[in-house]
């Protein structure tokens, strides 16, 4: 089983400002493999990204992956209030598909 | 749109079983594998089961292999999770998810509660 482990735990940032999400697996993701959730308290996940790197329908081009085998990163270049939340990673690379303990950006 | 909603959810007994249902609408069910996904109160997402759009291919997470039971009902729409031998670690929201791979369409969720 592919452990995903997310970093930092909790990020403390203000509104405008950059925010960086690491997702590092235990071993090598197969074809890229990786997705990106957000969830907001009492919500379901919704998916920001796909495959690495493509941005699911309808969401804002300030959120951006990258990373290949083993690192993969979430960039929000700047932060609006609505992007407060809780962050998965997610990988259907090899199975079982697992997620990440998250990442929780906060209000600084 | 793409809807799912699930139901039957509540407090159950350690022991006990419990059936969800997920009602689809929106899209040809029929075309889609479906999942169930569960998250337990406070902490992260689990995989618990899916099912290709035919039924033959299904996968179990191994924390509940030989309790859980996936099944659909194309003409209905319709998705299922059967739990049997519930526990304390059952307990979590279980969402009905269009997909297999990676999600984009997750229902509201149902919340499942093991307790005496």
């Known amino acids: 089983e592919i452990v995903l482990t997310q970093s930092p735990g909790t990020l403390s940032l203000s509104p405008g400002e950059g925010a960086t999400l690491s997702c590092r697996a235990s071993q090598s993701v197969r074809n890229s493999f990786l997705a990106w959730y957000q969830q907001k308290p009492g919500r379901a996940p919704r998916l920001l990204i796909y495959?690495?790197?493509t941005r699911a329908t309808g969401i804002p081009d300030r959120f951006s992956g990258s990373g290949s085998g083993t690192d993969f990163t979430l960039t929000i270049s700047r932060l609006e209030p609505e992007d407060f939340a809780l962050y998965y990673c997610q990988q259907y690379g090899s199975s079982p598909w697992t997620f990440g303990q998250g990442t929780k950006v906060e209000f600084k | 749109q793409v809807q799912v909603v699930e139901s039957g959810g509540g407090l159950v007994k350690p022991g006990g079983s419990l059936r969800l249902s997920c009602a689809a609408s929106?899209?040809?069910?029929?075309?889609?594998?479906m999942s169930w996904i569960r998250q337990a109160p406070g902490k992260g997402l689990e995989w618990v089961s899916y099912i290709s759009n035919s039924g033959s291919d299904i996968y179990y997470a191994d924390s509940v292999r030989g309790r859980f039971t996936i099944s659909r009902d194309n003409a209905k729409d319709s998705l299922y999770l059967q739990m049997n031998s519930l526990t304390a670690e059952d307990t979590a929201v279980y969402y009905c998810?269009?997909?297999?791979?990676?999600?984009?369409?997750w229902g509201q969720g149902t919340l499942v509660t093991v307790s005496s």
């Open positions: 495959d690495t790197s």
């Open positions: 998810t269009r997909g297999h791979t990676m999600i984009a369409h």
């Open positions: 929106g899209f040809t069910f029929s075309d889609y594998y």
